[in-house]
């Protein structure tokens, strides 16, 4: 395998051209330094920039703008971000959200790497990610002046710049900085393979990876291997070449762009996503030591657990309500007038909250759930949308369909996401006599929704995980077009998750470690004390909201729960804690690290009360309130639905970044 080198950024045209600016940037916030009086005593302010911008949402209107700070104390080195007050472009964006993002002096020795990227259209921004694997907001300089920052942190500490990605600095204020890479980083591609002691690879496995090939390994199952690997606060002698998919996946778990290209950008050119990265490496961890066994004559006694501040149960039974049988067709007949209008349509989410809707009904109601009709269409103007967007699928469909053999060997994009649909379909829900069998016509169907879907949104594509949210979709619709409306209205909610931006993850994971904190002090504090506060032990939970853990038809069951949004748009979110919570005791009891903690969470998976669940959640977001509310970040998904139908107005109402 080709070593891969590390050079210091002063070999970088970039960076040397931009020393004459830098030098200009430090004397030009020299006056603000001696002035400020705010800084700490000692301090020296050498670099700042106004207007460096962080946007909580999609939309460029939504942002928050503010002065980006390097400062210098003694021998540390700290950087700051505090947003302007009373600035705002958007009336949403109150105080308590601004300060959500604030960044108050942070030491460049708690950061793990800047990532520089300047698109063709648009701001230059970084992305700074940390060590314990969480990463601040990107950060847009709209005045320029990414350049000079760098070449200031250059000044003052050990920069190193990947020779394969040139828009990757490592940093690194040890007198050993490769060895730092190593055991902190966790960049092992990064550096020379001869720097640490590896274990043996089978000629199968190397070529696989030198390859890219993709395995048929599950991306989010924990398996040992993985849940080994990440003890890295324990075990540092790792084999760089093949620990590649966790410290990718770290990185997934809470850099602020998420779902698809954090580590692409980070760690390759090639466009892909979090999953196929998962996949790619985790076939490559089985041979990590497993030497380090638990001493059988240690005597382990037990560990307090500390109570339960809001004691689940009692607090379920005060606030939780009970379920109620699934709304049935005459019931169904009671909301709608003589024309097939929802009368009450905020009754008809709240019945479906506490109860769900019985199969047969599902079809009629998902279609106004999703957004795809509206709850004032009639049957006629149902009908008739249906006939519009079949005849508009058809013609989205012929856009691939029409690609001629010759056409397709000069379009690698459509081979590449044609390849791993086709990879993914004759693996998802074999089990489901839906799809079962050979020669399914189902799984042709499921071919044919997810290429169409990544010819009508060709930005985001397809990206691994789709095929298992479209799947209980085509089960209740049995039509190939509803079924792709339908998808894509659930993908206007759920498509951050796989964004470029890989905001939508990130924004979830965050909401999440802010409303188990606010919920259950203690057990946040044993994740923080465990190293889990990335809460990475949720990532599948909400990427495929807990299509992995559910029986197929309680999966739906609670899809269409989540889809009223009574309550809360986040309900999601509290599901996660009310698991968590439901299980602290054994969690904390147990002392569970990262590696057996994913493991009991997978293992979770077909043994979930989802009643129980959903009653625990209720109660939850009751409790947390308004507070819970301030919690979640602005633009957190999914958004919110629109009462008309989100297809009758697809115009977008703001500018997307």
Same mark, same amino acid.
């Given at each position: 395998?080709?070593?891969?080198?590390?050079?210091?950024?002063?070999?970088?045209?970039?960076?040397? #051209?931009?020393?004459?600016?830098?030098?200009?940037?430090?004397?030009?916030?020299?006056?603000?330094?001696?002035?400020?009086?705010?800084?700490?005593?000692?301090?020296?302010?050498?670099?700042?920039?106004?207007?460096?911008?962080?946007?909580?949402?999609?939309?460029?209107?939504?942002?928050?703008?503010?002065?980006?700070?390097?400062? *210098?104390?003694?021998?540390?080195?700290?950087?700051?971000?505090?947003?302007?007050?009373?600035?705002?472009?958007?009336?949403?964006?109150?105080?308590?959200?601004?300060?959500?993002?604030?960044?108050?002096?942070?030491?460049?020795?708690?950061?793990?790497?800047?990532?520089?990227?300047?698109?063709?259209?648009?701001?230059?921004?970084?992305?700074?990610?940390?060590?314990?694997?969480?990463?601040?907001?990107?950060?847009?300089?709209?005045?320029?002046?990414?350049?000079?920052?760098?070449?200031?942190?250059?000044?003052?500490?050990?920069?190193?710049?990947?020779?394969?990605?040139?828009?990757?600095?490592?940093?690194?204020?040890?007198?050993?900085?490769?060895?730092?890479?190593?055991?902190?980083?966790?960049?092992?591609? #990064?550096?020379?393979?001869?720097?640490?002691?590896?274990?043996?690879?089978?000629?199968?496995?190397?070529?696989?990876?030198?390859?890219?090939?993709?395995?048929?390994?599950?991306?989010?199952?924990?398996?040992?291997? /993985?849940?080994?690997?990440?003890?890295?606060?324990?075990?540092?002698?790792?084999?760089?070449?093949?620990? /590649?998919?966790?410290?990718?996946?770290?990185?997934?778990?809470?850099?602020?762009?998420?779902?698809?290209?954090?580590?692409?950008?980070?760690?390759?050119?090639?466009?892909?996503?979090?999953?196929?990265?998962?996949?790619?490496?985790?076939?490559?961890?089985?041979?990590?030591?497993?030497?380090?066994?638990?001493?059988?004559?240690?005597?382990?006694?037990?560990?307090?657990?500390?109570?339960?501040?809001?004691?689940?149960?009692?607090?379920?039974?005060?606030?939780?309500?009970?379920?109620?049988?699934?709304?049935?067709?005459?019931?169904?007949?009671?909301?709608?007038?003589?024309?097939?209008?929802?009368?009450?349509?905020?009754?008809?989410?709240?019945?479906?909250?506490?109860?769900?809707?019985?199969?047969?009904?599902? *079809?009629?109601?998902?279609?106004?759930?999703?957004?795809?009709?509206?709850?004032?269409?009639?049957?006629?103007?149902?009908?008739?949308?249906?006939?519009?967007?079949?005849?508009?699928?058809?013609? /989205?469909?012929?856009?691939?369909?029409?690609?001629?053999?010759?056409?397709?060997?000069?379009?690698?994009?459509?081979?590449?996401?044609?390849?791993?649909?086709?990879?993914?379909?004759?693996?998802?829900?074999?089990?489901?006599?839906?799809?079962?069998?050979?020669?399914? #016509?189902?799984?042709?169907?499921?071919?044919?929704?997810?290429?169409?879907?990544?010819?009508?949104?060709?930005?985001?594509?397809?990206?691994?995980?789709?095929?298992?949210?479209?799947?209980?979709?085509?089960?209740?619709?049995?039509?190939?077009?509803?079924?792709?409306?339908?998808?894509?209205?659930?993908?206007?909610?759920?498509?951050?998750?796989?964004?470029?931006?890989?905001?939508?993850?990130?924004?979830?994971?965050?909401?999440?470690?802010?409303?188990?904190?606010?919920?259950?002090?203690?057990?946040?504090?044993?994740?923080?004390?465990?190293?889990?506060?990335?809460?990475?032990?949720?990532?599948?939970?909400?990427?495929?909201?807990?299509?992995?853990?559910?029986?197929?038809?309680?999966?739906?069951?609670?899809?269409?729960?989540?889809?009223?949004?009574?309550?809360?748009?986040?309900?999601?979110?509290?599901?996660? /804690?009310?698991?968590? *919570?439901?299980?602290?005791?054994?969690?904390?009891?147990?002392?569970?690290?990262?590696?057996?903690?994913?493991?009991?969470?997978?293992?979770?998976?077909?043994?979930?009360?989802?009643?129980?669940?959903?009653?625990?959640?209720?109660?939850?977001?009751?409790?947390?309130?308004?507070?819970?509310? #301030?919690?979640?970040?602005?633009?957190?998904?999914?958004?919110?639905?629109?009462?008309?139908?989100?297809?009758?107005?697809?115009?977008?109402?703001?500018?997307?970044?």
């Amino acid at each position: 395998m080709q070593e891969t080198e590390i050079h210091d950024l002063s070999d970088d045209a970039d960076y040397a #051209a931009s020393q004459h600016q830098g030098s200009a940037s430090m004397m030009r916030c020299e006056s603000g330094k001696r002035s400020s009086s705010n800084e700490r005593e000692g301090a020296e302010v050498v670099y700042m920039e106004d207007n460096v911008t962080i946007h909580p949402t999609q939309f460029a209107s939504e942002r928050i703008s503010g002065r980006l700070k390097l400062i *210098k104390q003694s021998s540390s080195f700290f950087m700051t971000w505090i947003p302007y007050k009373g600035k705002s472009t958007n009336a949403r964006l109150s105080e308590k959200d601004k300060n959500l993002y604030t960044i108050r002096a942070v030491p460049f020795a708690d950061v793990r790497s800047i990532r520089r990227h300047t698109p063709a259209f648009g701001w230059q921004y970084i992305i700074v990610v940390l060590s314990s694997g969480l990463a601040f907001p990107p950060l847009y300089f709209y005045n320029g002046g990414v350049r000079e920052f760098l070449a200031t942190v250059k000044q003052h500490i050990v920069l190193l710049r990947l020779a394969e990605h040139a828009n990757v600095f490592l940093v690194n204020d040890f007198q050993n900085p490769l060895q730092r890479t190593l055991s902190s980083l966790e960049l092992p591609r #990064a550096v020379s393979l001869s720097i640490v002691p590896s274990m043996p690879v089978s000629g199968g496995e190397s070529a696989s990876q030198e390859n890219g090939e993709r395995t048929d390994v599950d991306v989010l199952d924990g398996s040992p291997s /993985i849940r080994q690997f990440y003890r890295r606060e324990r075990q540092k002698v790792h084999d760089p070449a093949r620990d /590649i998919s966790m410290q990718v996946l770290e990185k997934f778990s809470l850099v602020t762009k998420f779902a698809r290209e954090a580590t692409s950008q980070l760690f390759w050119e090639t466009p892909t996503n979090a999953f196929s990265l998962f996949e790619r490496g985790s076939s490559n961890l089985s041979a990590i030591d497993s030497s380090q066994k638990p001493r059988d004559d240690v005597l382990e006694l037990p560990v307090p657990v500390p109570p339960d501040p809001l004691e689940l149960d009692k607090l379920s039974l005060a606030w939780g309500k009970p379920r109620q049988p699934p709304l049935g067709l005459e019931e169904w007949a009671t909301f709608l007038d003589s024309e097939g209008r929802v009368v009450d349509s905020k009754a008809l989410r709240k019945r479906i909250f506490y109860g769900g809707v019985e199969h047969k009904l599902r *079809k009629e109601v998902w279609e106004i759930l999703l957004g795809y009709q509206s709850y004032e269409s009639t049957y006629a103007e149902k009908e008739y949308q249906r006939s519009n967007k079949k005849t508009e699928y058809e013609i /989205i469909k012929n856009q691939w369909q029409s690609i001629s053999p010759e056409q397709e060997k000069r379009f690698t994009k459509f081979r590449e996401r044609k390849d791993l649909i086709e990879k993914d379909v004759v693996r998802t829900d074999r089990s489901i006599s839906f799809y079962g069998g050979d020669g399914n #016509a189902n799984l042709s169907f499921l071919h044919n929704v997810l290429l169409t879907y990544s010819f009508y949104n060709f930005d985001l594509g397809y990206c691994q995980g789709m095929s298992d949210l479209l799947s209980p979709i085509l089960f209740v619709m049995e039509d190939e077009s509803e079924s792709f409306w339908c998808f894509v209205a659930l993908m206007e909610r759920l498509g951050p998750n796989f964004n470029r931006d890989q905001n939508g993850m990130h924004s979830q994971l965050f909401a999440l470690s802010k409303l188990v904190e606010l919920l259950d002090a203690p057990l946040h504090n044993y994740f923080k004390q465990k190293d889990c506060l990335n809460y990475f032990i949720c990532f599948r939970w909400i990427l495929l909201q807990f299509k992995r853990e559910l029986e197929y038809d309680q999966t739906m069951r609670l899809w269409e729960v989540l889809w009223t949004h009574h309550l809360s748009e986040h309900l999601h979110l509290y599901v996660c /804690i009310a698991l968590l *919570k439901r299980y602290r005791g054994k969690i904390i009891g147990e002392q569970m690290e990262f590696d057996t903690l994913l493991k009991f969470i997978n293992e979770l998976s077909g043994h979930i009360d989802i009643d129980v669940t959903l009653r625990d959640a209720e109660a939850l977001c009751l409790c947390a309130g308004e507070n819970g509310s #301030a919690c979640i970040p602005p633009g957190t998904p999914p958004s919110l639905p629109r009462e008309d139908g989100f297809l009758f107005n697809s115009a977008l109402d703001d500018t997307v970044l």
